[in-house]
């Protein structure tokens, strides 16, 4: 099985920038598709962006498109998401995951930006 450890969050200005990690053990994720994941209190979780295998692809939600950045190392199974022009609606929990057959979900890391 593999396991999910998102970091990074913290609490930032609007207009702010934030890098994210998410280290994934227990599996080389290497061949997968992984995707970014956000959940506002009182809200669903929801999609921001995913990056294929090799990195050359890239797709992000219209929300954030234009202010995040997806990258991957595989050597280093880790995933970034990188958040500039911070906006208040951005204030989630947010999760990393392979994107479209879920493995487990991890703690999370909290993203909280004020006005």
């Known amino acids: 099985q593999v396991q999910l450890v998102e970091s990074g969050g913290g609490l930032v200005q609007a207009g702010g920038s934030l890098t994210l990690s998410c280290a994934a053990s227990?599996?080389?994720?290497?061949?997968?598709?992984m995707g970014w994941f956000r959940q506002a209190p009182g809200k669903e979780r929801e999609f921001v962006a995913r990056?294929?295998?090799?990195?050359?692809?890239?797709t992000y939600a219209a929300s954030v498109k234009g202010r995040f950045t997806i990258s991957r190392d595989n050597a280093k199974n880790t995933v970034y998401l990188q958040m500039n022009s911070l906006k208040p609606e951005d204030t989630a929990v947010y999760y990393c995951?392979?994107?479209?057959?879920?493995?487990?979900w991890g703690q999370g890391t909290q993203v909280t930006v004020s006005s």
């Open positions: 227990g599996r080389t994720f290497s061949t997968y598709i």
């Open positions: 995951n392979r994107y479209g057959d879920y493995w487990d």
């Open positions: 990056i294929s295998w090799s990195g050359t692809s890239k």
